[in-house]
């Protein structure tokens, strides 16, 4: 019997009707197992995995397979994004016996839960012979099969523990991060690395604070560069925004189609921060873009945003993307279709596959001549038009707490760069304003969601799915990330309850999730035992649990001034401060944060009855170092601990300045503002 007809995520539903009789992760699973006394089969995905639907079709939805699961293990199914606390400790595992990790990921363990062999990927000839021969060794080798596991769990509780060296995360360690960025940066094509080459948004975060900081021109051009490059490239979707997950090859040419949402949410950040360092044309358009893309795309309204889209269309990688010249010619017509194959490099050899290439842009548009970026708009428009009438790829419609928090606080920066730099005479301001509405409505859509339904009794649940949510309990990811969302919308809005439930869930954190000597686990003191308790301190497609916690703590204590948050987060950054000095490609989001914290970080309050376009308040957020909170609003604002105490000046709008709970003199000119922040 399949019990996972009933699931709220997505790709459990996806394997509901499969002949393998999966479990959902729990104990009865592992119950059923022990009274068998079989060996259990956990397969770990996520519905936007190309390769797991490979393995399910191959597979999973074969009768033979799956009559050779069902006899002699329990199999489990789970979702990776639904439970990454499972995903991680089976994950580790993996690498330990493999080298190598990635999903879909297969699992064969005790009855209680101990892994004792590892894999991903199998064709189903593979995958029937390995059935065949764990089964065997079950029944004939079970002594060796247990030492075996016994080996693996100590291998990953070494690689899990808390504890170690720390050190203060100082200037010199990050400008050493920031050097050992430019040694493995790749000149020729932006990034870091080879093929497959992944966004590096959460280092390219890190450069950009630290040429705010130094004024180095080496890290402005890393970030620049890539950015660039990344925007050219197929990896972006030229026609509707968007980023895919990753570039099969070195430069960024032919993607993974799946879309996520956190890589979008990141990248947002990336490309709104570069626009406000620098004005910078093209980073405009690809942060309205991407932000447009999150609200058209991953927005569920009265809702969050959902996590992701397939890469794969009916079975077909690239079906939906992937153009022809003739396909070309028959949307536009013979003069503009040859025109956009020779813009987007769209050839008759093709770039991608059976003679189709994904689109790319070959020149530079948004500094072209008004003419061409004209005819440019109006192509992308017409494309667009023609690509809707294609099958398009699936959504996986649940809400995941973290990556939210993610998006709501990217949309929040976007929305103060935006406002920024709006300027009638621009000429797509329409298209810009129009934006900016749908992408508050969705941001705050996704807070309010997270407020109502994620927050249970004082804790959050990790995902939700048509407004219900799951059993799955929040891990720290999602505490330091929605507490960071809590802390953006505060100073987007100057409404004191977003602060106010940031605060709620630092003090879980801190109360449930802390680890001995400064650190933090994966999972609270009170979540379901795993064979091991992850406690992950580096930063990889997402901000490590340890990082985003920090983060938040950092912009919690800055808006309120309570200084033993700010002393809990410099206390876990010091223990991933020794990794950040080596390892500087997977400690990014720890050193953005780092830089924040070295910076101050300054705290701006702006006292004012026109908390939007009084000039101090564009000039505090135009010239903010590295991580700093920006408050404005009417003097002793309830709920709003920055403008407590803090009077206009003469009747005039003023900006207090502060650094590190120490404030400079009140100001009430831009020219003075400036000045103060340096």
């Known amino acids: 019997m399949n019990r996972l007809a009933d699931a709220t995520s997505p790709y459990l539903l996806q394997h509901a009707d499969n002949p393998v009789d999966w479990w959902p992760w729990g104990a009865e699973a592992f119950a059923e197992a022990k009274r068998r006394d079989v060996p259990v089969l956990i397969s770990v995905g996520y519905a936007a995995c190309h390769w797991c639907h490979v393995m399910a079709h191959e597979s999973f939805e074969n009768e033979q397979v799956g009559a050779l699961v069902n006899d002699d293990f329990v199999a489990i199914k789970v979702d990776r994004e639904e439970r990454p606390d499972v995903d991680a400790v089976y994950m580790t595992a993996t690498q330990a016996m493999t080298g190598q990790g990635g999903w879909p990921m297969t699992v064969f363990a005790t009855p209680d839960g101990t892994p004792f062999f590892c894999g991903t990927y199998f064709p189903r000839a593979n995958f029937v012979r390995l059935l065949e021969s764990v089964a065997t060794a079950w029944r004939d080798q079970r002594e060796a099969v247990l030492r075996q596991g016994a080996a693996v769990v100590e291998a990953i509780g070494g690689a899990q523990a808390v504890g170690g060296p720390t050190a203060p995360l100082t200037a010199e360690l990050l400008d050493s991060a920031a050097d050992q960025l430019s040694r493995e940066y790749d000149a020729t094509n932006g990034g870091f690395g ?119 269309t009916e079975g077909v990688e690239g079906l939906t993307y992937a153009w022809t010249p003739a396909q070309l010619v028959e949307a536009l017509g013979e003069e503009d279709g040859r025109w956009a194959a020779d813009l987007f490099e769209v050839t008759e050899e093709g770039t991608f596959e059976h003679g189709t290439s994904v689109l790319r842009l070959a020149r530079d548009v948004d500094d072209a001549d008004p003419e061409i970026r004209a005819r440019w708009r109006d192509v992308v428009g017409r494309l667009l038009v023609a690509r809707d009438t294609r099958p398009q790829p699936a959504r996986d ?71 219900v949510v799951g059993e799955p309990a929040g891990v720290l990811e999602d505490y330091g990330c929605v507490a960071e969302a809590f802390c953006a919308m505060h100073q987007l809005t100057g409404e004191g309850r977003w602060l106010e439930l940031a605060g709620g869930l630092l003090d879980v954190a801190l109360a449930r999730f802390a680890a001995p000597g400064g650190g ?39 808006l309120t001034g309570e200084s033993r948050y700010r002393e809990a987060a410099e206390a876990a950054l010091a223990t991933v401060a020794p990794i950040v000095g080596r390892h500087a490609r997977f400690t990014g989001y720890a050193a953005t944060v780092g830089e924040a914290l070295l910076s101050g970080p300054y705290e701006i309050a702006v006292a004012t009855d026109d908390p939007v376009g009084d000039p101090l308040v564009a000039a505090a957020v135009r010239h903010a170092p590295p991580g700093a909170v920006v408050v404005a609003g009417r003097p002793d604002q309830p709920g709003v601990p920055l403008l407590a105490d803090r009077p206009l000046v003469d009747g005039r709008p003023t900006a207090y300045v502060c650094r590190g709970f120490v404030c400079q003199r009140p100001v009430t000119s831009v020219d003075d503002l400036v000045a103060q922040l340096g």
């Open 194 to 312: 080879g093929a497959p080459k992944f966004p590096p948004h959460m280092n390219l975060l890190f450069l950009l604070r630290h040429h705010r900081r130094t004024g180095s021109p080496r890290s402005l051009e890393i970030a620049r560069h890539t950015a660039e490059a990344m925007a050219r490239g197929g990896i972006h979707d030229q026609l509707a925004g968007g980023f895919a997950r990753y570039s099969v090859d070195a430069h960024w040419t032919v993607p993974h189609f799946e879309k996520m949402l956190y890589d979008n949410a990141l990248l947002l950040r990336c490309y709104a921060e570069l626009w406000r360092l620098t004005g910078d044309r093209m980073a405009r358009r690809v942060a309205r873009d991407t932000a447009r893309f999150l609200a058209d795309e991953l927005h569920r309204a009265g809702e969050g945003f959902a996590s992701a889209l397939d890469a794969d």
């Open 397 to 467: 419609d649940k809400v995941v707490a973290a990556w939210n928090g993610l998006a709501i606080t990217a949309i929040a920066e976007f929305l103060r760069v935006a406002a920024l730099y709006a300027s009638p005479d621009d000429e797509d301001a329409n298209l810009m304003e129009g934006v900016t509405i749908v992408v508050d409505g969705a941001m705050r859509d996704a807070a309010e969601h997270l407020a109502a339904v994620h927050i249970v009794d004082g804790r959050l649940r990790r995902a939700s799915r048509d407004k």
């Open 520 to 558: 933090f686990y994966d999972t609270a003191d009170d979540a379901e035992q795993l064979v091991a308790r992850p406690a992950d301190p580096t930063d990889n497609a997402t901000p490590s649990g340890r990082s985003a916690i920090v983060a938040a703590l950092v912009a919690y204590a800055a």
